[in-house]
């Protein structure tokens, strides 16, 4: 009939008006068209039913809400106003510290939420088992300011370590279970971070596009060179300078020829260079290793001894040694001649190298002193038999223990815990590290802005276009630290789950201060430029970290037997043991059977096998497939040459009127409609809106 | 305080972006356009009133007073063509602007801002207009020419000696700063229009 010929035409139109709708954010139509699309779509839509997406769409705009909120816009808008003033080279440095304290707050409501809260609500509260109480000789200044800095006292024997938690299986009235929580918050913070930083690298490089790099490069020195953030004369000015520098230089390798004379004196300065920094890291490692020694030395001794620095040795010396050996490195550089991108690519190669030297000696020297406390375990094992010897003398010798003695928590001998003192140690060198940098920040940078400011009027030279002059934000060596910095927190977060919370804590006033202090006492870079082209670069090196720094943990959870007095898995042979416990007590007996079964190394190693062999096709197709792009681009140019290209504008001009014809014709046709009977014109609404719905679905 | 903004924002605009932050910061825009001529531009635009700001106050805009294409960019985002923006035409440019803008449209306006004789190509005289004001008349005539050349060499790929819209997108979306750095201003928090069907739907009325 003609009314439901019109109806249907009705919804054609509003079908087409919705697909070009879906992509009107990507046509360059001015705001007034757009708004005309979407006055049409909204009057006739309605007249064919109203959608069911509206409950799904108030959540989704709730969620968004809370979102925003927690993304902290407030001070985020302000470092971003602020970078304006720098380029995006300062914003991208503020973006990462973002996405950083994105994945922090993630890994804070693990540990926090799953780990620290049930035992403080629901295990057995502070002072009522041996592990949970300061021992009696330490009673005394266990309040003192000094000992809480160096988390020791109270700080020590609370949720914020390892040491404090009970290895009872199942945990007040909910029954949780807090080892099996503890272990896999624990794999579970390592996995998110896994599947957050390479979810970000691929997003990153499916933007990039992986094309050539060299193809377009005066077209996009021309077009893509000046930055738009910038909102700053003296910025603008500088970035005008660069982008001229920037065209000279690659005018004048276009130009002429490289001429490498004196290839060979060249050659040998580099080897040169890099044997100097290999003695440096080198020196750098023994140097740590050396100290460490040292300080288990005055442990055995007795740290009362000896005075601040001493105790605090090897934090002081990894610290100082992140701070110099970078500008030795600068120093030796100089040598080598290099264009500066790829000089600065191999600084932060060479910072990179030794960051993680410091780090795996730090790391095996812990090691020792793990073993020389396991070594003490036997001993306090066979003391602990005669104490509770001596105490069962003093009173009824009872042959059954029906009745057990009240003795003062606090009084019982206690093993020697390693869990504990590992994540002491983190803690610490993060601390360190932070005070560190806050120091360098405010001596480097404010002081140095003030001295300048102020003495450049009675001093010989020009101070502020001289030497010192201001200082400049260093976006490498901040984002290196940063990365550093959450690579610590990586490796210590299974055995102290406060760290988490303190790195959060830092992110945050990171954020102020360095924002405060690349407002007062930064000036923009001289020389503009990235260390690479795109984020990747970073990305990977996150990746790598990760990696590294999961790997001492993963070792000490597989080889290391917990400690027998201390911990969630105290009394356990290994710390995966719980899983196994948990499978036996928890699921029905045919899970454990199948468990069991897929575990069989029988089963493992044919699907390792398969899982490296469907690596190396993937990454054959991928090979094939950039191989096919490439040829295609060739077509394509090829095509492009012969064929006469066509422009979009009339095309545009069509879409423009005919739905406008349409709307008019369709206006009409719908009036006469209206003015015949209007039950019937409801009936069918409500059918083509059901028919409508159902399509959706 | 944001309700009292939201109330003297027009009418037809409060319809079309139900979404909370979209709101608010279309509120932050239109008051940053009404701040340049307060007297020019009035509070209530339920009667879409035809008022124009003329180049001078656009182009003194922190965001764009150091950029050496700020002429270029008012020009193409006004409806006359010479710079004078009505109140869409600066929602229009920040929504292109923005960070949330897609890479395509973004590559469409890119052209049309180097492209100063508006002759849909970028010929040589366009390059070497771009590259003027990019160095601020630094490099020599010798070096501009050998320039726009290496350009021209580079990026056309029907070979008529200038580029035109479907050289200069197949030769930008490739670049890795293009998205972060070029064609982005501070106001990340302006989003173009998502017209998505079910919002729709929600705001009808019948």
Redesign the interface.
Known sequence: RRRRKVLEKLKEAVDERKKLIATLRGKPWPMRKKLESQVFVEKYEGALGKGRGRRLYAYKVMMRKVRALAYFYAFFILCLKYSGHFGSSVASYFLFLRWMYGINMILFSLTFGLVMVPEALMARPYGSIPRKTVPREEQANAMDFAVLWDFGGYAKYSVLFYGYYNNQRAIGWLKFRMPLSYFLVGVGTVAYSYMVVIRTMARNAKEDGGGDDTSFNFSWKIFTSWDYLIGNTETADNKFASITTSFKEAIVEEQESRKDDNIHLTRFLRVLANFLVLCCLAGSGYLIYFVVRRSQKFALEGLDNYGWWERNEVNMVMSLLGMFCPMLFDVISTLENYHPRIALQWQLGRIFALFLGNLYTFIIALMDQINLKRAEEEKVKFNMTIWQANLYNGTLPENSTAIPIMVDPADVPRGPCWETMVGQEFVRLIISDTMTTYITLLIGDFLRAVLVRFLNHCWCWDLEYGFPSYSEFDVSGNVLGLIFNQGMIWMGAFYAPCLPALNLLRLHVSMYLQCWAVMCCNVPQERVFKASGSNNFYMAMLLVILFLSTLPAIYTIVSIPPSFDCGPFSGKSRMFDVIQETLETDFPAWFGKVFSYASNPGLVLPFLLLMVLAIYYLHSTSKTYKHANLELKKKLQALREKTVLSSDTARNKMSLQTPREKETELNAELCVIQCNTITIRYNTINKISAAYNSMLI | MKNKHLQKISF?ILK?F????QQYFLSRLFHRYRDLAPQLVPLDYTNQPDVRLPYELIGSM??L?????RQRIAEVFS?DGEGNMTL??F??MF?V?SEM??R??KA???FKI?DFNND?FICKSD?EK??NK???N??TED?VR??CE??ID??D???DGRL???D?QH????????????????H?FTS???????????????
Do not use: W
Not at chain 2, 65 to 69: A, M, Q, T, V, W
Not at chain 2, 171 to 186: T, W
């Open positions: 037809i079309m139900p979404n909370f932050k922190p965001e007073k150091d950029n050496p294409f409806e869409d035409d929602l229009d929504s602007l803008a897609p395509d449209l469409y306006y890119a180097y849909n390059l771009t590259l990019l160095t601020r630094e490099l070096e050998m320039v290496k350009v580079e990026a790929l029907d070979n035109s819209l479907e200069f030769m930008i979306v490739r670049a890795p700063d293009f998205l972060r750095e070029v064609c982005n201003f501070h990340r173009t229009m998502r017209g998505k069907m079910r919002k729709k739907i929600q705001e009808i009325t019948l």
